[in-house]
């Protein structure tokens, strides 16, 4: 499994009772966190997307609601990369009918590349100033997936280009191999970023990957990926299609982000 992990840059695990117990009692508390007035602001895409930064309540091994530690195959694998890495406040991620609509402030060309490329990124590279450019603003080890609800598999799954994460690795370290390495983070990658990104449109296979409560997937961090669009027969409970992420970041900074594989 390692092997293909890196091999693929993504690996799904199949249903775990160690992790679907810890999504029984996170549940609750993401249920109440899309309600919470203090996360107001993460309901956006005219109500058909609830972004959820840092909304679960959880300890840094990952306890919430009175559960065990989060424990499973995946968190297992996620912590062979790198050791046992503290979690910071889960993301809920909550997508409803509709989806999707334009963000608050979002221009028509990147309404137009969220419906027709799935809004697809690399975690960590946020645009900045009126240029937009891009800097490794936040170095993360690996992106946990975790599904809390159940959804139909057109329900705007989790989407990746698999191999993507080789191709974005290698354009990284090429377009930063002479920054010195205290000045990594204030590179500007913006060009050599969608350089690349065009490459994987071009090269690499899109997948869907839906999965259910109890299952869970891990996605390498140079990946790219994104959401799809709530299909027109997709269904799900009340709920909406809810998925906790978890992206820890490296005590390496930018240069372990890197140069790891």
Known sequence: MVASFYELGWVKFPYDGALADWVAHALRTARASVSDPAHAAWHDCDGT???????????????????????????ELAHQQFGSIDLH???????????????????????RYRARRDA???????????????RVDEPHAWILGIP??????????????EGSHKILGDAFRSAMKKVPRHELGEADITDVYQAARREV?????RLELPARPGEAYLLHRHCLHGVAPWGPN??????????????????GGVAQWLESP
């Open 234 to 251: 997709a269904s799900a409970g009340p709920d909406g299609r809810m998925i906790a992420y978890f992206r820890p970041q490296l005590p």
């Open 49 to 75: 997307w609830f972004i959820g930064v840092d909304a679960l309540d959880n300890d840094a091994q990952g306890r919430v609601a009175g559960s065990p530690a989060l424990a499973g195959a995946a968190i």
């Open 201 to 205: 449109f071009e090269t690499c296979p």
């Open 89 to 111: 406040k889960g993301q809920v991620s909550v997508i409803y009918p509709g989806y999707p609509q334009p963000r608050r402030g979002e221009s028509e060309a990147a309404a």
């Open 120 to 134: 697809a990124h690399v975690d960590g590279l946020k645009p900045a100033g009126p240029d937009r450019r891009r």
């Open 148 to 161: 809390l609800t159940e959804a139909s598999v057109d329900a705007a799954p989790m989407v990746l280009w």
